[in-house]
């Protein structure tokens, strides 16, 4: 009963750790000097945005995305511009492979059975590798003073990508909004 007791303390933290981590994880970078202020108007970097190697799709979304989230901080899309907004993204392949080897004394199939023959039995178990393929992908969403052509503020999300096409665009836009909810540095939530 003691040893329940002190495991259960160490569960609740695991399970804490568990829950409180997203599934998309956000870093950011700024120049401490600028004067986030003083920008009001944006439009989009074409130039940078057309040098992103995803397809033409999930650059619109990303876009539109991007978009929302500035008109709802108050921002004003403009033909002169305080900002320039730029996005870049990397992918990276990850492959885990699960040995299910049974082993010595189990039960399986592929090896020799208790009677000496080929087949099932006690003995060594079945060896079947399990692999698993996932893609992780991250979003760079640069925001460029206009005048200066510097950049002043950029932000990264990272995370799994889905192959689930039904839950690209809300994932996208997810993305987005966590990435987008550090701009402007400083600002209350």
Known sequence: MKRIL????????????VTSCSSIRVATDYDKNANFDNFKTFAFFKTGIDKAEINDLDKRRILRAI??????????????????????????QRVDVYNNTWGMGAWGWGG?????????????GYNQPSVSTSTEGTLFIDLIDANKKELVWQGMGTGYLSRNMDKKEALIKEFVSKIMEKYPPGAKK
């Open 67 to 92: 978009e929302s989230e500035l008109l709802a901080k108050g921002f004003t899309k403009s033909e002169t511009p305080d900002l320039l907004i730029s996005l870049f993204t990397k992918s990276n």
């Open 6 to 17: 002190k495991t259960i303390p160490l569960l609740v933290i695991l399970l804490l750790v």
């Open 112 to 124: 020799w059975g208790p009677w000496g023959g080929f087949g099932p039995g006690w003995g060594w």
